[in-house]
């Protein structure tokens, strides 16, 4: 038996459960009406939008302030053929990126009131990801096939457009820098989306997530090797209240910022300090503790998606074979951890014990 356990430890590696709390969520009190006259439309398709966006590259690359705006142009062909081009705002954005990148992660800020009917009408900000250092661009590609999984697993995600960008540095004309990168969801959009609020203040645990919701987002953590959040410290995580549905004092969660897992493989990617991990492609389980039937159920929705998991990196058209081939060997190593010897197999920490689960 010790052998056994010693040989799975690549799945549910170990916990890191969060203090419990009785924070009852205080966010979101009164009703909430879904906007269905939204017209945000960014989102509709996954076809890739090619934007050309001039803004001083130089400055923004020196500086990387995260609260000074430059004046920037963007310009597209909407889907309805017309020519866009909009007076926007940018700004630097992120923690770890900000000062690791070539090219730091960007906001760009519409004005509402300037809408113009185009892919980003609706949109007030938006989080822009690009490449991150030359020659790495895989890495861009691997972060969005990371949501796109997200989104298979749950419509409670954070949906994203794939962008092919001209970057136009207005201080040092010349030939623009062309890459892909992509748009994520706001939170504003998310919220009419999904008829909820987000919980911006208080001390929140995985306690105070509702149980179904937590699994598969840790879970889902562990799947791809995102050691990389925290719903104490939100890092990394948005939490969600929908009034008057579901449990009353619980939230929702919805996780962002992929860069760190293991799939993506970043080569800067690595686990903090405290971790019982090494490497970002091992894994680490830092969901809470359950019973036997309740990893059993969370469980089979992994296992009644994989093929899909699989069909969204195999039809995916921008990114290399060899690294298409990594991501899906990456993802075979959980769903191998899952199969072995038919048997569900979890290694916990603390006060929880090792489960060994027989499937039926």
């Known amino acids: 038996m010790r052998k056994l356990i010693l040989s799975v430890l690549v799945l549910f590696a170990a916990i890191v459960p969060e203090t419990a709390s009785q924070q009852v969520l205080s966010a979101g009190q009164g009703s909430i009406d879904i906007d269905k006259t939204l017209t945000t439309r960014l989102f509709n398709t996954d076809e890739v939008l090619e934007i050309t966006l001039s803004f ?11 609260t000074e705006y430059l004046d920037a142009v963007i310009s597209y062909l909407s889907d309805r053929n017309d020519t866009i081009r909009q007076n926007i705002k940018v700004r630097a954005r992120g923690n770890y990126r900000r000062s690791y990148c070539d ?4 906001h760009l800020n519409f004005k509402l009131k300037d809408t113009i009917d185009g892919e980003f009408a609706g949109i007030d900000k938006i989080k822009l990801v690009p490449y991150c250092n030359p020659g790495n661009e895989d890495y861009v590609l691997r972060e969005y096939l990371v949501y796109k999984l997200y989104n298979v697993l749950t419509d409670f995600s954070l949906k994203v457009r794939l962008l092919r960008i001209n970057f136009v540095n207005t201080s040092r004309p010349g030939k623009p820098m062309t890459q892909y990168g992509f748009v994520i969801e706001p939170v504003k959009v998310f919220e009419k989306r999904t008829g909820t609020r987000e919980v911006e203040s208080g001390k ?5 997530i509702i149980p179904g919701y937590m699994d598969r987002y840790a879970i889902f953590s562990y799947m791809i090797g995102n050691p990389d959040w925290s719903v104490a410290s939100r890092h990394n995580v948005l939490i969600f209240y929908r009034p008057g549905k579901e449990s009353s004092d619980k939230g929702m969660i919805v996780g962002y910022d992929f860069d760190f897992a293991g799939i993506v493989n970043t080569d800067y990617a690595v686990p903090a300090a405290d971790m019982p991990i090494k490497s970002v492609r091992e894994r680490v389980y830092m969901g809470m ?3 036997e039937a309740e990893y059993r159920k969370a469980l089979e929705e992994f296992i009644q998606k994989k093929d899909e998991f699989y069909s969204v990196i195999d ?3 921008y990114l290399r074979e060899r690294s298409k081939k990594d991501m899906k060997m990456f993802l075979e190593s959980f769903y191998s951890g899952i199969d072995k010897r038919n048997t569900i197999i979890f290694k916990m920490s603390g006060d929880c014990e090792y489960f060994f689960v027989k499937r039926r």
């Open 103 to 106: 090219f730091p992660p960007i």
């Open 56 to 66: 001083d590259i130089t400055t923004l690359r020196k500086k990387r302030s995260d």
């Open 204 to 208: 929140l645990t995985q306690n105070n």
């Open 315 to 317: 039809n995916f058209p």
């Open 289 to 291: 503790c359950r019973t």
